[in-house]
């Protein structure tokens, strides 16, 4: 990646935040399912953009994160969205293997709020060792 | 509110950023469009379930924010999510007057990249000075 693919008038647009991140929601194309949250730096969008899969950054690791790239389950991007404040961003994503969630569901929202407590209400298609491997158990 | 209403274990279990903060999306119930994403800190969870319609921390305004309180554009809210980090809220919403944005949008993602520019694609359908009068032109 050149510093060029990042030095782009569409990119000084984004109002990144104080850590230089701006939240991405990954929504499924077809079903319009919210699969998940993640984290974007002007990176990550920029390599968004030019590969055509979701790469976000990775907080806890403090690196750029291609999805999938460990599971396999890639979202390919066919639309990118931003917000009235220019600080969100959405990608409209074809989620490979139908999975998106590493906990081997298909969303992340899997939890909801029933009296006063979070219920898992979304199957587990695939265990997580079956996803990564014995390493991850 | 008094204060046992944010005292409980669910509201407990959701990871406060270090500002007492999550991202809160909206998607609206039917269409399956994501509305917005704003924030919510504790007491603004505990009221959107309390009153059944979104309660946002407004961060500009350091203050909570009862989305419609102005505009009339209530959210009523149909079921709440979590997702896998317990850091992210999902919302599921019936958007009243089916505007969500202060631009007189249906939502705030109207802006879709193409060719390396941020293009609007959604009409406004009502002007802004019609949503919340002339103080606000």
């Known amino acids: 990646m050149t510093s060029s693919a990042t030095n782009q008038k569409w990119l000084d ?3 990144w935040d104080e850590q230089g991140l701006v939240p991405a929601i990954a929504q499924e194309t077809g079903t319009g399912k919210v699969l998940m949250m993640a984290w974007m730096n002007r990176q ?3 390599l968004t953009v030019k590969e055509k899969h979701a790469v976000y950054w990775s907080r806890s690791r403090q690196k750029l994160w291609h999805k999938g790239e460990e599971s396999g389950h ?3 991007v ?3 969205r931003l917000d009235c404040d220019n600080d969100v961003i959405l990608l409209i994503v074809e989620q490979q ?3 998106a969630c590493h906990t081997g569901r298909h969303n992340c929202f899997y939890q909801r709020l029933e009296n006063d407590h979070w219920q898992a209400v979304e199957p587990v298609l695939k265990e997580a060792d ?3 491997g ?3 158990e």
């Open 130 to 132: 079956q996803i990564y």
């Open 44 to 46: 990550a969008l920029a």
């Open 74 to 76: 890639v979202q390919l």
């Open 97 to 99: 293997g139908g999975i």
């Open 134 to 136: 014995k390493k991850h």
């Open 13 to 15: 647009q984004v109002k």
């Open 78 to 80: 066919q639309e990118i």
